[in-house]
């Protein structure tokens, strides 16, 4: 399962359920380690934008146009 792009969608129109059902382990941290982690690893080295959306929004449109068009460059 090394190398898996749950965003597309021949794992599941949804990323989450993609997530759930890939999923080998869960690794819960304390916020405050979280922070600490961030800070060690420092900025990203390229540009991100994130893109958070609730349900029927029009995110499994978006999903397939990056697919398409940006080489499913979407996490």
Request: proline share 5%; aromatic share 8%; net charge positive.
């Amino acid at each position: 399962m090394t190398g898996m792009h749950l965003w597309r969608r021949e794992y599941s129109p949804f990323i989450p359920d993609a997530q759930m059902e890939f999923c080998r382990r869960l690794i819960v941290v304390p916020l405050s380690t979280f922070h600490r982690l961030a800070e060690l690893i420092g900025d990203p080295k390229g540009e991100l934008i994130f893109l958070l959306n609730t349900a029927r929004c029009g995110s499994t449109l978006l999903t397939q146009v990056s697919e398409k068009v940006l080489n499913g460059a979407v996490a």
